[in-house]
């Protein structure tokens, strides 16, 4: 059903159009991205790496030694406070223009321990802190489940993840099946509905269920011992961020 549609020119072309409107939909950042301030912008970026740091097992670790990674970095609006604590950070975003933005802005706010990268393919290995928020829900789930595995692998045993799918819709629209389509409006942010997979133009940005069970199951058989979950509810999307510790398999 939904592996026919590529995500990925979509979020070339919304990095290439709107950046930043593209990872934060508000007309506050409905502008010309020479009239945004990428400090102003990060700020609450910051802070929701704050709060992810000082929350279990990540609050217990040496950050300055960690190589970590950001899936999905988009302007760096996380990548730039991850890499203000830690050691290193290996930014990945499909978005070649994504990548770019975020790497200017990396620059102007003086963190040069950040590498871009396409794909987690090219990542070396051995990392001790993968973060993903409001990326998979962007990704048609069975590219999104090949994704994660490949992330999962990259960890080492003691890595920490905080890592975030959404899985159901509030209201009548909860009650569908995982893995069905929604388009959100390019405009105003608002879902348009269920739709067929090569229906949307491109650059549309669509939303995509995850099934937990599929994520609990590769986890717990790679080691996971406990998980936290912190639930997100952004527009009728319900979803959870997982913070969990890898141990020895
Ligand atoms: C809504 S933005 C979130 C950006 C960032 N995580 C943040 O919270 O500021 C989603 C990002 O995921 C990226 N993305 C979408 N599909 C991807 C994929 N298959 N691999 C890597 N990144 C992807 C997009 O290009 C975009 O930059």
């Excluded at 007309?27 to 910051?46: A, L, N």
């Amino acid at each position: 059903m939904d592996e026919h549609r590529n995500t990925d020119r979509d979020w070339e072309q919304l990095g290439r159009e709107k950046p930043y409107w593209a990872v934060i939909i508000s007309s506050k950042w409905d502008v010309p991205k020479e009239e945004i301030d990428p400090s102003e912008y990060i700020e609450p970026g910051r802070q929701h790496i704050d709060d992810i740091c000082s929350r279990h097992p990540l609050a217990t670790l040496d950050l300055g030694n960690i190589t970590a990674v950001d899936f999905g970095c988009g302007v760096g609006r996380l990548t730039i406070p991850m890499a203000e604590r830690c050691e290193h950070v290996h930014a990945i975003d499909i978005s070649s223009a994504m990548r770019s933005e975020a790497s200017k802005n990396a620059a102007l706010l003086g963190q040069n321990n950040v590498s871009f990268h396409e794909t987690p393919s090219s990542v070396p290995g051995k990392i001790g802190w993968i973060n993903s928020f409001i990326v998979f829900q962007h990704i048609a789930t069975r590219n999104g489940l090949g994704l994660f595995d490949q992330l999962i692998d990259l960890l080492a045993v003691g890595g920490v993840i905080s890592m975030h799918f959404t899985y159901a819709r509030r209201s009548k629209a909860a009650a569908r099946k995982a893995d069905e389509l929604v388009v959100m409006s390019a405009r105003d942010g608002k879902i348009e509905g269920l739709v067929e997979p090569n229906f949307p133009d491109n650059g549309k940005m669509l939303m995509f269920d995850y099934d937990l069970n599929k994520i609990i199951a590769r986890l717990q058989t790679r080691g996971f011992e406990s998980l936290s979950i912190l639930f997100t509810d952004y527009r009728d999307h319900l979803g959870v961020n997982i913070i969990g510790q890898k141990g020895k398999t």
